[in-house]
């Protein structure tokens, strides 16, 4: 503990006397500072134990004295030394009636006492009590290494907890729970979620205090622009430079258990790319062979792949007219390490989905590439379902973009149908296609079951769909628009009909004749025979085009 009024009073060499304020003597001493100036508080930062002879003041006059001791008292000095036996043989009655009224403690000293002596006194046990704390925070560094060590996080968290005398939690990114120490503190912590997402968004490092039912400190972990989990320390009042030290030590040992080293993860993401190559070629044992127990269970189950673009990527392929495919190598080799998620919506994809599969234990594989990202994640898993809900929750963001005029899609997305190991080539055709759609659509996510199990008519809402059927069928429409006779509708009538004369005419309400007349019409004029049954279908899904048109 640092000095205080009492430790200085029980001193065997300084021999000072309490006058005043006895019941304030515990209070801690920052300095011992001498000074005669009448007003002194200019030069005072609180905390001082100041010492007077009283040179300069006149210390009879009870008026002078209460307001010199109240603004003593107002900039926060703790304790007021009047020598005795230099101007004053004693300590004026006005000084000691305005510091009893004030309840600033008063000590007398002694002749024989120099000031030196009491500023050497308060120097030496601040030196010893910043010398405990620093050994006590190289002990806590040790127990805490320990822990870590031992017990991983949780261990770590626990010995903190102690150490602090107050409770401990770690967030992963997403700002969700990881643990917590004692466990008590466990809906506590997760009342704070909230003021960890406040943390992620600002660039690492960086803490906050919340208050509430403690005093909560959070420090985000992490060595990028964005943090990677955060620790949050709750205490009943403000921590002391021991337990700082405990703390700043738990946010080292954290960062390097939380953040593995990038030459580590840039490894972990060369194997998964090749792993997943060696999926996309049909070498499923040999993937597994490679992936050890990387993926842990991910290959022996139904799992799902999701293909993610980044918005100007998807606009560029648009605009080109092509696709990616799967046999031009789509997995770059030499993949890295995921880029800092700082305004990256691929890395916050990742972010997500890995996050959600370390938080309920399962495998995933994530393989950026360039300007398109890769995942393979358990069927039904957590991991899908919180790609899921970064759709949703980007889908309204975009909205109320779209509101106030503007537009902020930034993904893309993709995703299989359940597949295992031998179809991951076909899996990656499926995203690749549900993505198109997606880009087609304005939509941040389709699911390629939503395209097998839905009608084929929303797909003809293409702008190259809806050119082809305006050329096809615009000679038909010049024809009716001269009054010559409806030929577009008789067509419509007719195909619906699969063909059939006199349930057609019945439906347009003309002699079977006339409408083979007018069959006979929409053949010249288009030069192909209805006979053909691609002619057939080009007409139909033309007419249908239109119609979804509303022409």
């Not at 022996?300 to 293909?307: E, K, S, T, V």
Request: net charge negative.
């Amino acid at each position: 503990m640092p000095p205080t009024l009492a430790s200085l009073v029980h001193h065997s060499v300084l021999k000072l006397t309490v006058r005043a304020g006895e019941e304030r003597l515990d209070v801690p001493v920052r300095w011992a500072h001498a000074s005669e100036l009448a007003d002194p508080v200019p030069y005072m930062e609180g905390g001082e134990l100041l010492l007077i002879t009283a040179l300069k003041l006149d210390a009879e006059d009870p008026e002078v004295m209460r307001r010199y001791v109240k603004r003593l008292a107002g900039a926060g000095v703790v304790g007021l030394g009047f020598a005795v036996g230099v101007h004053y043989e004693e300590i004026p009655k006005a000084l000691v009636d305005a510091a009893e009224e004030e309840g600033l403690p008063l000590l007398e000293v002694p002749r024989r006492t120099p000031f030196l002596a009491i500023s050497k006194a308060v120097s030496a046990a601040i030196a010893a009590d910043q010398y405990r704390a620093v050994t006590a925070g190289f002990a806590a560094q040790r127990e805490l290494t320990k822990q870590a060590l031992n017990d991983g996080p949780e261990g770590l968290l626990a010995s903190l907890a102690g150490q602090v005398d107050g409770w401990a939690a770690l967030y992963d990114a997403s700002g969700a729970v990881v643990a917590t120490a004692p466990e008590w503190a466990g809906r506590r912590a997760a009342r704070l979620t909230p003021d960890v997402e406040r943390l992620r968004d600002r660039p690492a490092p960086a803490s906050s205090v919340v208050g509430g039912e403690d005093r909560v400190e959070l420090h985000s972990l992490g060595t990028g622009r964005r943090p990677r989990a955060a620790l949050a320390v709750g205490t009943a009042a403000a921590l002391g430079t021991a337990e700082r030290y405990a703390v700043h030590s738990a946010i080292a040992l954290l960062t390097l258990t939380t953040e593995r080293s990038r030459s580590l993860q840039a490894a972990e993401q060369r194997i998964g790319a090749a792993v997943l190559r060696m999926l996309l070629a049909g070498e499923p044992d040999h993937a597994r062979a490679v992936a050890g127990d990387l993926l842990g269970a991910l290959l022996d189950a139904p799992f799902r792949l999701i293909l993610a673009e980044s918005a100007s990527a998807s606009a560029a392929r648009a605009h080109a007219g092509g696709h990616a495919r799967v046999a031009d190598a789509p997995v770059s080799s030499a993949a890295v390490a995921l880029p800092d998620t700082g305004g990256d919506p691929l890395g916050a994809l990742a972010e997500v989905v890995e996050s959600a599969a370390a938080r309920s234990g399962e495998a995933v594989l994530v393989v950026p590439d360039g300007e398109r990202l890769v995942v393979l994640a358990v069927d039904g898993g957590a991991a899908v379902a919180a790609c899921g809900e970064h759709a949703v929750a980007l889908e309204a963001a975009r909205a109320s973009v779209q509101q106030s005029g503007g537009d902020d899609t930034e993904l893309v997305v993709g995703l299989s149908a359940p597949v295992g190991p031998i179809a991951v080539g076909a899996a990656y055709k499926q995203a690749e296609q549900a993505l198109s759609v997606a880009r087609r659509r304005g939509r941040f996510l389709v699911e390629h079951e939503e395209l097998a199990a839905g009608s084929v008519l929303p797909l003809l809402a293409d702008d190259a769909v809806r050119a082809f059927a305006d050329g096809l069928l615009r000679a038909l429409h010049e024809h009716d628009a001269t009054g010559r006779g409806d030929l577009v509708a008789s067509l419509r009538a007719w195909l619906s009909r699969h063909g059939q004369w006199d349930a057609a005419a019945a439906d347009l309400g003309v002699h079977r004749h006339t409408l083979r007349y007018r069959m006979r019409r929409v053949e010249e004029i288009l030069g192909r025979s209805l006979d053909d049954a691609d002619v057939r279908m080009e007409l139909w899904l033309a007419l249908k085009a239109t119609a979804a048109a509303g022409e």
